[in-house]
């Protein structure tokens, strides 16, 4: 089974057991390699998790770099800001050290000319991944795969590394990096809490197409994929 499915009795031993796994995963991405990138995603789910991880002590976070799974295209003053949410609630304390690797290069609307200088600066990032933690909306997106993006298909399909996205449901334009470069990775997370989507992911793994629910591209991709829930 490459779906390993674990649940938690709360947010905060969730969180816990989580940091424990992507800390373990970056140890040894630094011991095999000498150093190690992750990406995270950003949302309402991941501020425990990002501040038991941020508060581990028995890492080199001088040898981490931590970027995104995808960003908003908004400036990191912006509540809505992935960036912003990783600095104020995991690179603090121990953690404040790592290089932070941001998506997002100002303006109103990616162009081409920031995808490409966004995909030049990711292309200085150790591979594989360390580790890959994706969330998951209602919708069945996860990273900014949404249902009826206009780039979709490139997003699912592309070597990337990333490429920018509107959709509907997406709030503002993305960034986000590809199926395929997330998949190079050592570890591959999905993090999700509460009933909702609980649900949603019942779904995601029954038939039906991708774009309905984008998420079922890594729910099908075949990599091996640990997911994290608590109610
Ligand atoms: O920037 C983003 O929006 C994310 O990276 C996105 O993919 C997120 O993981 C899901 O939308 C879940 O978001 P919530 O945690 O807010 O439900």
Redesign the pocket.
Known sequence: MTIDRRSFADKSTLAKELAEAVADRIRSAIAERGEAAIAV??????GKFFGALGKTRDIDWSKVVVT?????WVDETSDRS?ALLVNEKMLQGPAAVARFLPLYSGGETPDADQIEKTNALVSSLPKPFAAVI?????DG?????FPGGDTLSDALSAEGPTLAIHAPG??EP?I?FTLPRLLETDGLYL???GDE?AAVLETALGDGPIEDMPIRAVLRSGAPLAIYWCP
């Not at 995603?41 to 991941?46: K, L, V």
């Not at 995104?68 to 908003?72: M, P, Q």
Request: hydrophobic share 25%; no cysteine; charged share 20%.
């Open positions: 995603s950003g949302g309402s789910t991941p995104l799974v995808d960003e908003r992935n994706l969330g998951m909306g209602n997106h996860t990273a900014s795969f997406a709030g993305r986000t993090h999700i809490e989507k």
